[in-house]
């Protein structure tokens, strides 16, 4: 199994996947002090040892779910900043649901455009890449909540076209069945 450490999205924020917060000495050793979980296929595997949220989405793009993830997990970052500690929020792969998530709260905390968390989580964590029904609900939030869209090619029915955004692979599920190899 290949060790995914959490990218640093902020220095309260970090990403990543069920591999990274399975490893809770790394946690500890980064000093995270809070888990957000957005992953309904993922347990929360220490929590006993750090404050947790779980949010529990459906990987794939089309768990409207996440819109209400994007205030719950702002509120539970914010609650991280006021006591200085540094939280990872994650899902199976790090790569759709918490991601998504991620950007959210960047938007929120930092007042950035869509545009910009999008482009902040990919130069923090390459394989950010959110499914379409994802990147459809992210910008129908912004433009809800902004009167804008900074992305607006991912408010269409095809999200762009079927065409992942710049940078991103075409997006594949990658929920639990996913063979991960085996254990070493």
């Given at each position: 199994?290949?060790?995914?450490?959490?990218?640093?999205?902020?220095?309260?924020?970090?990403?990543?996947?069920?591999?990274?917060?399975?490893?809770?000495?790394?946690?500890?050793?980064?000093?995270?002090?809070?888990?957000?979980?957005?992953?309904?296929?993922?347990?929360?595997?220490?929590?006993?040892?750090?404050?947790?949220?779980?949010?529990?989405?459906?990987?794939?793009?089309?768990?409207?779910?996440?819109?209400?993830?994007?205030?719950?997990?702002?509120?539970?970052?914010?609650?991280?900043?006021?006591?200085?500690?540094k939280?990872?929020?994650?899902?199976?792969?790090?790569?759709?649901?918490?991601?998504?998530?991620?950007?959210?709260?960047?938007?929120?905390?930092?007042?950035?455009?869509?545009?910009?968390?999008?482009?902040?989580?990919?130069?923090?964590r390459?394989?950010?890449?959110?499914?379409?029904?994802n990147?459809?609900?992210?910008?129908?939030?912004?433009?809800?909540?902004?009167?804008?869209?900074?992305?607006?090619?991912?408010?269409?029915?095809?999200?762009?076209?079927?065409?992942?955004?710049?940078?991103?692979m075409k997006?594949?599920?990658?929920?639990?069945?996913?063979?991960?190899?085996?254990?070493?």
């Amino acid at each position: 199994q290949i060790h995914d450490s959490p990218a640093e999205l902020r220095e309260y924020l970090f990403l990543g996947s069920e591999d990274s917060a399975a490893d809770g000495n790394n946690l500890e050793d980064l000093g995270i002090t809070h888990v957000l979980n957005v992953a309904d296929d993922v347990e929360c595997f220490h929590a006993h040892r750090f404050e947790y949220l779980h949010l529990p989405i459906k990987d794939g793009g089309e768990d409207d779910a996440i819109f209400a993830a994007f205030d719950s997990a702002t509120q539970f970052v914010e609650g991280v900043v006021s006591k200085k500690g540094k939280c990872l929020v994650h899902c199976f792969a790090g790569v759709n649901r918490s991601a998504t998530v991620a950007m959210a709260v960047m938007m929120n905390i930092e007042g950035w455009t869509l545009a910009e968390a999008y482009e902040h989580a990919k130069s923090s964590r390459p394989i950010v890449c959110p499914f379409v029904g994802n990147r459809q609900k992210i910008a129908t939030w912004e433009k809800q909540t902004r009167e804008v869209c900074s992305l607006p090619a991912w408010l269409s029915d095809d999200a762009g076209g079927e065409k992942p955004p710049p940078g991103c692979m075409k997006a594949v599920p990658l929920g639990p069945h996913l063979d991960k190899g085996p254990d070493v």
